[in-house]
């Protein structure tokens, strides 16, 4: 399988506080991959490091295209990041509340769109069949995320459940092959998580776009994941199948407690 990601080393500091020591890992082409473990680990400063919020204090951070050559990332802005090929969701929903449904995809477009101020200004024909393009793909992804039926909806009127969908169909609309999710399925209820398994595992197959997520719902985690790597305290404590890691003694006492036998 060929690698997307690879991450050697990974280190994050806040003044005195490390809070991502030396962490390691490798997504492949058509893997869903979870990162898990208690709250505080470090779990969001390891995205938020891969996609360019943070600058490491150490470590590498490498892409690498399915069609082109591995990128070192390090330091890239978060746009940057995204214009190669990894887009993310956020643990806090950031969508645009007061604008549409469908205007928040056609705003992830935005990266993979050549118009500048001056064209949309004048709408030449290749601006306006741009737009056209835009508005058709949008509406194509609120389909796949089973929102169309609320496109001209004000973002802030969904259903939280449907935020979380939509900031998804935003992050895939600017084309990735990688996509984080960071606590996909906080604050949702059962069937909504049920539904979001679905979408996740949907996506990998059918957009061909490799998964890493960060979250809480083990039922989920185990559910879809090929593999997980888990944190406490900065570190990984360990990684493995989903079998490998609902039965380490380690990964049971950091964190799955009485769940691992559920
Ligand atoms: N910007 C920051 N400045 C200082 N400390 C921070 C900053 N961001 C995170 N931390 C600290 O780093 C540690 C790891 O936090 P992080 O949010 O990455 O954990 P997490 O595993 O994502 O937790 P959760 O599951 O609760 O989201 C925590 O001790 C946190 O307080």
């Known amino acids: 399988m060929k690698k997307l990601l690879e991450v050697k080393q990974l280190t994050m500091d806040f003044g005195g506080l490390?809070?991502?020591?030396?962490?390691?890992?490798?997504?492949?082409e058509g893997e869903i991959v979870a990162?898990?473990?208690?709250?505080?680990?470090?779990?969001?400063?390891?995205?938020?490091?891969?996609?360019?919020?943070?600058?490491?204090?150490?470590?590498?951070?490498?892409?690498?295209?399915?069609?082109?050559?591995?990128?070192?990332i390090?330091?890239?802005?978060?746009?940057?990041?995204?214009?190669i090929g990894m887009a993310r969701t956020?643990?806090?929903?950031?969508?645009?509340p007061a604008m549409t449904v469908l205007e928040n995809v056609m705003i992830g477009r935005h990266c993979r769109t050549t118009t500048n101020i001056?064209?949309?200004v004048l709408r030449g024909a290749g601006s306006r069949r741009q737009e056209r393009e835009t508005v058709e793909m949008s509406y194509h992804l609120l389909e796949k995320v089973g929102l169309q039926g609320f496109a001209n909806e004000f973002a802030r009127n969904l259903p939280y459940g449907a935020q979380r969908r939509l900031e998804i169909a935003r992050a895939m609309a600017t084309e990735p092959f990688?996509?984080?999710?960071?606590?996909?399925?906080?604050?949702?209820?059962?069937?909504?998580t049920h539904d979001l398994d679905e979408l996740i595992?949907?996506?990998?197959?059918?957009?061909?776009?490799?998964?890493?997520?960060?979250?809480?719902?083990?039922?989920?985690?185990?559910?879809?994941?090929?593999?997980?790597?888990?944190?406490?305290?900065?570190?990984?404590?360990?990684?493995?199948?989903?079998?490998?890691i609902r039965t380490n003694p380690k990964v049971i006492e950091a964190y799955l407690g009485e769940e691992a036998h559920a």
Do not use: W
Not at 49 to 69: A, D
Not at 74 to 83: D, E, H, Q
Not at 90 to 96: E, H, T
């Open 18 to 28: 490390r809070a991502v020591d030396r962490v390691s890992m490798e997504i492949c």
């Open 201 to 244: 595992v949907r996506i990998r197959d059918e957009e061909k776009i490799a998964i890493l997520l960060i979250e809480h719902d083990m039922k989920l985690v185990m559910n879809i994941s090929d593999r997980i790597y888990v944190m406490e305290y900065g570190k990984e404590i360990a990684k493995g199948t989903p079998q490998e």
């Open 118 to 120: 001056l064209g949309a």
């Open 90 to 96: 956020f643990q806090n929903i950031r969508l645009f």
């Open 178 to 192: 990688l996509l984080l999710l960071d606590e996909p399925a906080a604050g949702m209820n059962p069937q909504e």
């Open 35 to 72: 990162l898990i473990g208690p709250n505080g680990a470090g779990k969001t400063t390891f995205f938020n490091c891969v996609t360019g919020i943070y600058k490491p204090s150490f470590g590498e951070v490498l892409l690498h295209p399915p069609q082109g050559k591995a990128v070192k």
């Open 74 to 83: 390090n330091g890239f802005k978060p746009n940057r990041v995204t214009g």
